[in-house]
């Protein structure tokens, strides 16, 4: 290499160091004109071009820097870099093998084939790669704190935090490990020792937005709620667009009772990852105007879309019928899984239902249903909490009811979607006193998950699966009962709102929806909450239900 050139790329690096990428890239393309095998100039300038979303540029570089050192094993991680971020997960699969291949040592393909199973929730494939990594070279700390995360992720919560004290011990200072420890810690409800770690996290990194909202989300599982949302706030301050953040104050707010704030924050729900799927198949429904109270109504069609699981939906149900009182000229169409389509048919307030995934016809306003809370600015107190579903008088459920004895619907399972589900969910033997007490009959309204029931003999339980084909179904079923016992599910949302006598059998740490310690909550009158008295302890929980049914039989 000529003097000339050694001094010329010398600059660049000194210009692309300072962040003067007008200047680097010029000096690489100068340099690359006069020596086209500079690999060095041509990574430097991929990585510019990356930075540009310059991504067909990039590898069209490298690809013509392989004709020259086709066993470099840093161009093929950089275009393995590159075609993940254009979505072809396959092409970057196949060049950071090839990474591995002209350097078997090449700790950085490794990691980066794990992060990308990472980032597409392949969990166990992740921390696989990571342990190969490790046997390549067991002295990189990242390498423990990646496989740590994954562990994480895959609910592998020993084998997690036994790599991340690995990580501490090699590294004292590692503030990465620390946080993956404390979000274990969270996991697993060791409340105290994730906020000892999540501390330690930020003492060694104090400007990590990441780290304060850790702290934040630890003090509101500790039910610390001020202290939960003075440390969200702050990671919003350093880190305006944090979402997660954001979500996690909302729902801070919304179990205080705090909803003008909580259901503003709540918005940034809609920025979540698992949102992009649900934002991209709505295609063409954004691109029209988002609802709001002063547009002119008349004439007008508003289409509110559905977003979460079916309890979500019909506990915001009721801000559709207030929002038709308001605007009676307004056409109100919803879009719903089509289990709700003839439920939500029988709702006056609704004018059109249509099925997810079908033809939505015209409409000339869209809002998501979940942001008519905002939107209508309602406070805890102002709840519209009548029942608010409605049934066909002349249509009924046939089933055969004994005499003298209190008929009690239950349900025990909540969706397996549900990230908080193995809290939410008892054992069926829990309501074997209630089985074998000769003044109560039980019907199950347990649907896709009730394969308990099978252990039991039908004049114990009976299983009204088969005919529940849909919400409207299993709402004419609910009104020929006199009581409602349900976990946290759709079941309890389907019961207040029909104003249904409702035990709801609540873990400890309850969602936002259910309040702190109440029994009552101003969403359902008609149901009362029993919780927990200790976090997936049931036993006491069911003491107490036990006794109300004592008090239900003489009524």
Same mark, same amino acid.
């Given at each position: 290499?000529?003097?000339?050139?050694?001094?010329?790329?010398?600059? %660049?690096?000194?210009?692309?160091?300072?962040?003067?990428?007008?200047?680097?890239?010029?000096?690489?393309?100068?340099?690359?004109?006069?020596?086209?095998?500079?690999?060095?100039?041509?990574?430097? !300038?991929?990585?510019?071009?990356?930075?540009?979303?310059? =991504?067909?540029?990039?590898?069209?570089?490298?690809?013509?820097?392989?004709?020259?050192?086709?066993?470099?094993?840093?161009?093929?991680?950089?275009?393995?870099?590159?075609?993940?971020?254009?979505?072809?997960?396959?092409?970057?699969?196949?060049? *950071?093998?090839?990474?591995?291949?002209?350097?078997? +040592?090449?700790?950085?393909?490794?990691?980066?084939?794990?992060?990308?199973?990472?980032?597409?929730?392949?969990?166990?494939?992740?921390?696989?790669?990571?342990? $190969? @990594?490790?046997? +390549?070279?067991?002295?990189?700390?990242?390498?423990?704190?990646?496989?740590?995360?994954?562990?994480?992720?895959?609910?592998?919560?020993?084998?997690?935090?036994?790599?991340?004290?690995?990580?501490?011990?090699?590294?004292?200072?590692?503030? &990465?490990? =620390?946080? #993956?420890?404390?979000?274990?810690?969270?996991?697993?409800?060791?409340?105290?020792?994730?906020?000892?770690?999540?501390?330690?996290? !930020?003492? $060694?990194?104090?400007?990590?937005?990441?780290?304060? %909202?850790?702290? &934040?989300?630890?003090?509101?599982?500790?039910?610390?709620?001020?202290?939960?949302?003075?440390?969200?706030?702050?990671?919003?301050?350093?880190?305006?667009?944090?979402? #997660?953040?954001?979500?996690?104050?909302?729902?801070? =707010?919304?179990?205080?009772?705090?909803?003008?704030?909580?259901?503003?924050?709540?918005?940034?729900?809609?920025?979540?990852?698992?949102?992009?799927?649900?934002?991209?198949?709505?295609?063409?429904?954004?691109?029209?105007?988002?609802?709001?109270?002063?547009?002119?109504?008349?004439?007008?069609?508003?289409?509110?879309?559905?977003?979460?699981?079916?309890?979500?939906?019909?506990?915001?149900?009721?801000?559709?019928?207030?929002?038709?009182?308001?605007?009676?000229?307004?056409?109100?169409?919803?879009?719903?899984?089509?289990?709700?389509?003839?439920?939500?048919?029988?709702?006056?307030?609704?004018?059109?239902?249509?099925?997810?995934?079908?033809?939505?016809?015209?409409?000339?306003?869209?809002?998501?249903?979940?942001?008519?809370?905002?939107?209508?600015?309602?406070?805890?107190?102002?709840?519209?909490?009548?029942?608010?579903?409605?049934?066909?008088?002349?249509?009924?459920?046939?089933?055969? +009811?004994?005499?003298?004895?209190?008929?009690?619907?239950?349900?025990?399972?909540?969706?397996?979607?549900?990230?908080?589900?193995?809290?939410?969910?008892?054992?069926?033997?829990?309501?074997?006193?209630?089985?074998?007490?000769?003044?109560?009959?039980?019907?199950?309204? /347990?649907?896709?998950?009730?394969? /308990?029931?099978? %252990? =039991?003999?039908?004049?114990?339980?009976?299983? !009204?699966?088969?005919?529940?084909? #849909?919400?409207?179904?299993?709402? $004419?079923?609910?009104?020929?009962?006199?009581?409602?016992?349900?976990?946290?599910? @759709?079941?309890?949302?389907?019961?207040?709102?029909?104003?249904?006598?409702?035990?709801?059998?609540?873990?400890?740490?309850?969602?936002?929806?259910?309040?702190?310690?109440? @029994?009552?909550? #101003?969403?359902?009158?008609?149901?009362?909450?029993?919780? /927990?008295?200790?976090?997936?302890?049931?036993?006491?929980?069911?003491?107490?239900? *036990?006794?109300?049914?004592?008090?239900?039989?003489?009524?």
């Amino acid at each position: 290499m000529s003097q000339r050139l050694l001094e010329d790329f010398r600059e %660049a690096l000194k210009a692309h160091r300072k962040g003067d990428l007008k200047r680097a890239k010029s000096l690489y393309i100068e340099i690359l004109n006069r020596d086209e095998k500079h690999i060095d100039a041509a990574l430097n !300038l991929a990585n510019i071009y990356l930075k540009e979303h310059r =991504y067909s540029f990039a590898i069209d570089l490298l690809q013509k820097a392989l004709r020259f050192a086709p066993q470099n094993a840093l161009i093929y991680n950089q275009l393995g870099i590159i075609y993940e971020k254009i979505g072809k997960s396959d092409r970057a699969i196949e060049h *950071y093998k090839n990474a591995i291949r002209v350097d078997e +040592k090449f700790i950085n393909a490794y990691n980066n084939i794990g992060a990308m199973m990472y980032r597409q929730k392949r969990y166990k494939e992740a921390i696989e790669i990571f342990k $190969l @990594s490790l046997q +390549k070279d067991p002295d990189v700390v990242a390498t423990y704190v990646n496989i740590g995360a994954a562990c994480h992720r895959a609910r592998l919560y020993e084998d997690g935090i036994r790599y991340l004290k690995q990580a501490i011990k090699m590294e004292p200072n590692n503030s &990465g490990a =620390y946080g #993956n420890l404390g979000n274990i810690y969270n996991k697993t409800k060791e409340y105290e020792l994730a906020l000892e770690a999540h501390k330690k996290a !930020l003492v $060694l990194d104090p400007k990590s937005a990441s780290n304060h %909202a850790n702290i &934040g989300i630890t003090y509101k599982n500790l039910a610390e709620y001020e202290k939960a949302k003075e440390a969200l706030q702050k990671a919003i301050e350093i880190d305006p667009n944090f979402t #997660n953040a954001h979500f996690d104050l909302a729902t801070t =707010y919304l179990i205080l009772g705090e909803y003008e704030a909580g259901f503003r924050e709540y918005e940034w729900r809609l920025r979540k990852e698992e949102m992009i799927p649900i934002l991209r198949n709505l295609g063409s429904v954004l691109k029209k105007p988002r609802f709001t109270l002063d547009l002119p109504t008349e004439e007008r069609t508003l289409l509110l879309w559905s977003e979460q699981g079916y309890g979500d939906m019909i506990q915001f149900a009721r801000f559709v019928k207030v929002l038709k009182e308001r605007f009676p000229k307004l056409k109100i169409k919803v879009e719903v899984r089509e289990a709700l389509k003839e439920l939500f048919e029988a709702q006056k307030y609704f004018d059109e239902v249509v099925v997810r995934g079908e033809e939505i016809g015209e409409f000339d306003y869209q809002l998501p249903l979940m942001s008519l809370a905002h939107l209508l600015n309602v406070s805890y107190e102002e709840l519209p909490n009548e029942p608010y579903l409605t049934l066909p008088k002349g249509e009924k459920f046939k089933i055969k +009811k004994p005499k003298k004895r209190k008929c009690i619907g239950v349900a025990w399972r909540a969706s397996v979607t549900s990230e908080s589900y193995e809290g939410r969910v008892f054992d069926l033997k829990y309501l074997e006193p209630l089985m074998k007490d000769r003044a109560l009959r039980l019907y199950s309204f /347990q649907v896709g998950d009730s394969s /308990q029931i099978d %252990a =039991y003999k039908q004049k114990d339980i009976l299983n !009204l699966e088969p005919k529940l084909k #849909n919400f409207k179904e299993s709402a $004419l079923a609910m009104r020929e009962m006199d009581l409602i016992i349900t976990s946290d599910t @759709s079941v309890a949302h389907l019961a207040g709102a029909l104003g249904k006598k409702c035990f709801v059998m609540l873990q400890r740490d309850a969602e936002w929806r259910w309040g702190l310690d109440e @029994s009552s909550t #101003n969403w359902y009158p008609s149901t009362k909450m029993i919780r /927990q008295e200790k976090q997936r302890e049931w036993s006491s929980a069911f003491e107490k239900l *036990y006794q109300e049914i004592e008090e239900f039989k003489k009524g």
